[in-house]
């Protein structure tokens, strides 16, 4: 018989209790009114470790979760960052400054430069849309004149990515009296995603308007975009970052321009001249 148990069957003999106590100090009989702790489960001892609480489950699986993103989040900026390309992604990133982006230019011949803008041709000119815009335009018909612009696009569309938007054209805006006039024509220039193909998107800002949503992948996507003759500007909004920043190039009939890596929301200004 366990010695709880026995201490309370000599506790029911009466007189015998004084003899027991007497006899067996070491027999301890616990008070009615004391408490037994909450704190100890069933069969538990003392001195026993405690079972983990909810709590401390809540915070272990917490803590576990971030781990995994964390090391997700890593791994895909890893794969940007073991990319042939990461090194002049990230040459342009320390070449450029806050108030100055630059490019790292690649010529046909493969010698690098450092630049500010990109450089397209007659060799890049759509010639045939140029000509099939202008004369919607001229018989006052901006729906066909919309239709050949978007139709001039090479963008292609992915499935994981998000959606494209394809330019349009306003009657008030510079842009299409400019087409109309003649002193603007579409030039073709590629953009694609230079390092790991992950679904970044890119906005497009032709000389400060809004142009296109171009999704950027490996096998590149052309743009046909109306430039005016000698400097004219394009603004990359990094709208959709898929994992390592956003790695965008260039390609024209002049080379390739690696523009520098770019978080959800910065954006990438460069210069483009007209020869």
Not at 140 to 161: E, K, R
Not at 254 to 270: D, L, N, P, T, V
């Amino acid at each position: 018989m366990a010695k709880h148990e026995l201490s309370l069957a000599q506790a029911a003999s009466g007189p015998a209790l004084e003899e027991s106590q007497s006899t067996h100090d070491d027999l301890i009989i616990p008070l009615v009114d004391e408490e037994i702790s909450d704190d100890l489960w069933p069969d538990q001892e003392v001195d026993s470790p405690r079972p983990p609480t909810a709590k401390k489950w809540l915070w272990g699986l917490a803590l576990g979760g971030a781990a995994i993103i964390a090391g997700l989040w890593l791994q895909q900026g890893g794969a940007e960052q073991r990319h042939e390309n990461w090194q002049h992604v990230a040459a342009a990133a320390n070449a450029s400054t806050d108030f100055a982006h630059q490019l790292i230019h690649f010529d046909i011949a493969g010698n690098a430069q450092t630049v500010r803008s990109l450089t397209v041709t007659g060799a890049d000119r759509n010639l045939r849309a140029t000509q099939e815009l202008r004369s919607a335009l001229r018989r006052n018909d901006l729906v066909t004149a919309t239709a050949s612009l978007q139709t001039a696009q090479g963008l292609q569309s992915v499935a994981d990515n998000a959606s494209i938007s394809r330019p349009g054209l306003l009657p008030d805006l510079a842009v299409t009296a400019e087409l109309r006039n003649g002193r603007a024509e579409l030039y073709e220039i590629e953009l694609f995603d230079c390092c790991d193909e992950d679904g970044d998107v890119v906005e497009l800002l032709v000389n400060g308007t809004p142009f296109a949503t171009v999704p950027l992948i490996n096998g590149g996507s052309v743009v046909a975009i109306p430039l005016n003759r000698g400097q004219n500007s394009i603004t990359m909004i990094a709208t959709r970052d898929g994992g390592g920043g956003v790695t965008v190039s260039l390609r024209t009939s002049r080379g390739q321009y690696f523009a520098r890596y770019m978080a959800e929301g910065e954006s990438h200004q460069m210069g483009v001249v007209v020869q």
